[in-house]
């Protein structure tokens, strides 16, 4: 589409097509900065200053006090995309944001409540590992779409590559979105989780001793020995000689970001632990997570910032 084509000047704004409102928009734009050139220069090197400043910050912040980071970048990640909704009236992302916050809440009320219920960890555990796997499952559907309308399939369905890139784009945002969303309240749970159960502490030795057919992540006993096919669910031993049932120790490793043993602290290696090449895509799928945290949490407060510090300049 040319831009720099003129709009017909017979035509009210209520008239003009879409396109003919967006050129008319990207004229519009033009004659309001001409002449500020020099203005603008000012203004892109404090926004890249300011970009230099904030990474360094926020580098630190993570290194030196990682638990306040994660909890800000959590409540960040949470509230500012359902903001610019409400601002821009985007009632899809509102409702589903939230049908997944009064959900969550629930279970991050369950995680944190004292005394906790025997069946509160496994329900955690379930409930951020089906969101991960929606995550997933909508993230790379999402990318499929965008590569087949790259290819022209839509063009077999009589679609215009537009309403196809649509749909893709949407589908990736909410998987990536809910993905890393998940994740950070998951993080959160967890820990909240594990040092009420008593079997884990933050500092240290855990609290209690543990039986040999208990699983020390849900406290819960163990039916199926570690060599025999549960109907349900298998059991799962560490290198370190401590066994859990496996969905327990999926979502402590995977889901809840923690590379240790539950109960001693000893690493454990994902790789040798999840051989199946269904589960290695999930750990590099969460690892991959971790980027999409600057571009929703991080980039929106920077360039506040930067506008804030123009404004203050008197530059618009």
Known sequence: MDLHRPVDPNKTYEEMTAEEKLRYDHQKLHEMHRGHESMHTTMVLILIGTLIVAQIIVVEWKKRH?????????????????????????????????????LTALIIRKSTHKPMSVTTPRLVYKWFYLIYKLSCFLGVFGY???????????????HKPQQWMDVALVFLFYGLYFGVLGRDVAE?????????????????MPTRQLESNVCAVCGNQL?????????????YKL???????????????????KQTCPYCKEKVDLKRMFTNP???????YGQLLDWIRWLVAWQPLILFLAQGINWLFGLE
């Not at 499929?144 to 009589?158: K, S």
């Open 239 to 257: 290198t370190c000689g401590h066994v859990f049932h496996e969905f327990c120790i999926r979502g402590w490793c995977i889901v809840g970001k």
């Open 223 to 235: 039916l199926v020995n570690v060599n025999e096919e549960g109907v349900l669910e298998n059991t």
């Open 66 to 102: 990682y638990r306040s980071y994660a909890f800000f970048t959590m409540v960040a990640m949470w509230s500012i995309p359902v903001l610019m909704s409400i601002k821009n009236q985007w009632w899809r992302f509102i409702t589903i944001w939230s049908v997944f916050t009064l």
């Open 188 to 204: 959160y749970c967890t820990d909240k989780m594990a040092a009420t159960i008593g079997y884990y502490t933050q500092e240290g």
């Open 278 to 284: 269904w589960d290695r895509p999930h750990i590099l």
């Open 144 to 158: 499929v779409l965008m590569m087949l309308t790259f290819l022209g399939l839509n063009i077999m369905f009589g």
